[in-house]
């Protein structure tokens, strides 16, 4: 008797009934310190953004607030766009500058890719590689345009090879860096299961430095783009780059301004099919 009545004495696990107030009291409530950390999308804000931005725009120039000759409105812009798709010139500029950069780019990117990896994996060929790379990477690419065109013409070589020289730097320094930052311990675990130089590089090296060979791709196509402008105001008579600089001879803004709009155009294009492509390749980043 003593003892269950000093045990009825207690609290609700000495055999009181549970009521909702004594729920609320117990229970514990844990807010998520990490939500700060997840990135949401705004896609509605960058849309209302762009879009007040162009009416900006067009406002100004409409009310003649800036003259036409500095600063035409998207509608004169676009007028001269469209007047140029019909008479098919734009296209002719647009395969012109594309055709370099495929060239370029892609045999830069193979070829920069090789050399990194060849510079992380292989202590010999980083000690031969890295001083010519510190060396030659700060040299102004567009600056060695003349001299290319002296050894190879002034044909589509000397723009090819201008714009490979832009991408290569980047792409080399992206995938060292990346091989030498890949996980000692898978390294050693792909050892200890009896692969060889060839299938570490492949299996473990490889999908290790992935994500710095897209940084590099990434960095290289945007320099791709600056290179083959800059290469064509100097010696071609097709392409974006050749366009912008006629028509600001000739004072014809609004070509001038729909060729800039085509380089901001392609930028957005190349971005897009690189970051899709590195969600194929690469389905483990999130």
């Given at each position: 008797?003593?003892?269950?009545?000093?045990?009825?004495?207690?609290?609700?696990?000495?055999?009181?009934?549970?009521?909702?107030?004594?729920?609320?009291?117990?229970?514990?409530?844990?807010?998520?310190?990490?939500?700060?950390?997840?990135?949401?999308?705004?896609?509605?804000i960058?849309?209302?953004?762009?879009?007040?931005?162009?009416?900006?725009?067009?406002?100004?120039?409409?009310?003649?607030?800036?003259?036409?000759?500095?600063?035409?409105?998207?509608?004169?812009?676009?007028?001269?766009?469209?007047?140029?798709?019909?008479?098919?010139?734009?296209?002719?500029?647009?395969?012109?500058?594309?055709?370099?950069?495929?060239?370029?780019?892609?045999?830069?990117?193979?070829?920069?890719?090789?050399?990194?990896?060849?510079?992380?994996?292989?202590?010999?060929?980083?000690?031969?590689?890295?001083?010519?790379?510190?060396?030659?990477?700060?040299?102004?690419?567009?600056?060695?345009?003349?001299?290319?065109?002296?050894?190879?013409?002034?044909?589509?070589?000397?723009?090819?090879?201008?714009?490979?020289?832009?991408?290569?730097?980047?792409?080399?320094?992206?995938?060292?860096?990346?091989?030498?930052?890949?996980?000692p311990?898978?390294?050693?675990?792909?050892?200890?299961?009896?692969?060889?130089?060839?299938?570490?590089?492949?299996?473990?090296?490889?999908?290790?430095?992935?994500?710095?060979?897209?940084?590099?791709?990434?960095?290289?196509?945007?320099i791709?783009?600056?290179?083959?402008?800059?290469?064509?105001?100097?010696?071609?008579?097709?392409?974006?780059?050749?366009?912008?600089?006629?028509?600001?001879?000739?004072?014809?803004?609004?070509?001038?301004?729909?060729?800039?709009?085509?380089?901001?155009?392609?930028?957005?294009?190349?971005?897009?099919?690189?970051?899709?492509?590195?969600?194929?390749?690469?389905?483990?980043?999130?």
């Open positions: 008797m003593g003892t269950h009545s000093r045990s009825g004495q207690g609290g609700t696990d000495r055999g009181e009934p549970v009521t909702k107030d004594t729920q609320l009291q117990t229970e514990t409530v844990v807010h998520d310190k990490t939500a700060f950390m997840v990135r949401r999308e705004h896609h509605l960058s849309l209302i953004f762009i879009l007040g931005l162009f009416g900006v725009w067009e406002l100004t120039a409409q009310r003649g607030l800036v003259s036409p000759l500095f600063l035409p409105a998207p509608s004169a812009i676009l007028v001269t766009g469209y007047k140029m798709i019909l008479s098919g010139e734009i296209f002719h500029h647009i395969g012109a500058s594309l055709w370099r950069i495929f060239w370029g780019f892609s045999c830069a990117a193979v070829i920069g890719t090789f050399v990194g990896i060849l510079l992380g994996f292989f202590s010999v060929a980083e000690s031969i590689g890295n001083p010519i790379i510190a060396s030659t990477y700060p040299i102004p690419k567009i600056a060695i345009l003349p001299l290319l065109i002296l050894w190879l013409g002034i044909g589509e070589y000397s723009k090819i090879t201008v714009i490979g020289l832009g991408v290569f730097f980047p792409m080399v320094i992206n995938v060292y860096t990346g091989v030498r930052n890949a996980d311990v898978l390294i050693k675990a792909a050892i200890s299961l009896g692969s060889n130089r060839q299938q570490i590089i492949r299996k473990v090296i490889l999908p290790s430095a992935l994500p710095m060979i897209f940084a590099g791709l990434k960095l290289g196509i945007g791709a783009l600056l290179l083959v402008v800059a290469a064509e105001m100097i010696a071609a008579d097709a392409g974006i780059g050749f366009l912008i600089l006629t028509s600001a001879d000739l004072m014809q803004t609004t070509k001038l301004m729909f060729g800039i709009s085509i380089l901001s155009m392609l930028g957005l294009i190349f971005s897009w099919l690189i970051d899709k492509l590195e969600q194929l390749c690469i389905p483990w980043k999130k």
